[in-house]
């Protein structure tokens, strides 16, 4: 076959959410095929831009094909490349919502959630409806469907009327811990580069509305035994709506007490995970939640919202939290902090069900799914 993929999601040097998707699609892909794992398909990675360093090599049956405009890219240069080599191209894969305005190839294309639906409030005009009526006409156009968890999946038929056949569930990996001894990268170190002097509860995700942070720090408020041990660090780059985030900190005086640390590279992730005294992950609605598992991996005992996919992700592995009640979201801080029997219990769950994720297995899936098209 010859297999064509958007790569632009996974074309930037910060990745989160769909980003960290792609990317670790495209890689798992391209490794599946180079172990020998798969008869070796031919495969072009479209681009608006030169590839990154990190991408995945050229080689005889890899190639990366960079054409323009940058601007309306999926509505009008992809559209045109599709046609100039419709009878080249087997099936053509977005990692993303985001297909082709038009194609006259069959297409696949990969779903995280469809929390805007019932959060729209949470996004600026624009990108709500861009995500509405995008995702609408993906939907309906693809052959097949990838959703992340059965919770997409079954919101994806609710809403879209999709039958279920056309949708496959291929359940996202994580980053696995990787901390290499190092006198120059420590906890402490990073500690102190952030201003972090406590041992601390620990956030990990993008700055947006959905992820309830404001909730999180409400929480935080709650417990003021907490607040003298603890601080609240809160890790992540900012995606938007997120100036009240800053603002109620400061209302409540916590400046000195919640740490922003900003996007941080994957070595001081690692670390930051991994010392934390809980992990808290308390949004509105999740697609899947990858820092859940990543948190469960390095044995860090989690605090999860009871929302969307996370309940199904997690498993009873975790601590689940009515997010829309702050006073419940520390009720399970507190309890995990003092109550060091079922601390014990949490990790080890955890780490026993991070083991079932694997970007190798999502990726298999998702080949699969490419190769069915054809077929």
């Not at 419709?86 to 985001?98: C, G, Q």
């Not at 038929?157 to 980053?175: D, H, L, Q, W």
């Amino acid at each position: 076959m010859k297999i064509a993929i958007d790569g632009n999601e996974a074309n930037i040097s910060k990745r989160v959410g769909v980003n960290q998707f792609a990317y670790e699609v495209i890689w798992g892909i391209y490794n599946l095929i180079d172990q020998d794992k798969y008869e070796k398909h031919n495969f072009e990675i479209f681009l608006h831009n030169q590839p990154q360093t990190d991408l995945p090599p050229e080689c005889d049956w890899w190639k990366y094909k960079v054409f323009g405009p940058n601007k309306f890219w999926t509505l009008t240069g992809l559209p045109a490349k599709l046609f100039r080599e419709k009878n080249n191209i087997d099936v053509f894969y977005s990692p993303s919502h985001y297909g082709p305005a038009i194609s006259p190839v069959p297409f696949v294309c990969s779903i995280m959630d469809l929390g805007f639906l019932k959060w729209s409030e949470q996004f600026t005009k624009k990108d709500f409806y861009q995500l509405k009526y995008w995702t609408k006409w993906s939907v309906k156009r693809a052959k097949k469907i990838i959703a992340i968890s059965e919770f997409t999946k079954k919101d994806i038929v609710n809403k879209y009327f999709v039958n279920p056949s056309r949708i496959t569930v291929a359940y996202p990996g994580y980053k696995k811990s990787n901390i290499i001894n190092n006198e120059n990268i420590t906890i402490n170190i990073i500690k102190k580069k952030y201003g972090i002097k406590k041992p601390y509860i620990l956030y990990l995700g993008t700055l947006k509305p959905s992820k309830n942070i404001e909730g999180l720090i409400k929480a935080y408020l709650h417990l003021p035994a907490i607040i003298e041990k603890y601080n609240l660090v809160i890790v992540g780059k900012k995606g938007w709506l997120f100036e009240s985030i800053f603002s109620l900190v400061k209302k409540l005086n916590l400046e000195n007490e919640v740490i922003f640390t900003d996007f941080i590279p994957d070595e001081e992730t690692d670390l930051f995970v991994k010392g934390a005294s809980v992990f808290v992950m308390p949004s509105f609605w999740e697609g899947f939640g990858i820092p859940a598992l990543e948190a469960m991996d390095a044995g860090t005992p989690l605090v999860c919202s009871n929302q969307g996919s996370l309940p199904e992700i997690i498993k009873g592995s975790g601590l689940l939290v009515d997010p829309y009640k702050p006073e419940d979201i520390a009720k399970g801080v507190e309890k995990i902090l003092n109550d060091k029997k079922l601390r014990e219990n949490l990790v080890k769950k955890g780490r026993n069900r991070a083991k079932d994720f694997s970007w190798e297995r999502c990726s298999r899936i998702i080949l699969d799914t490419l190769c069915q098209v054809k077929n």
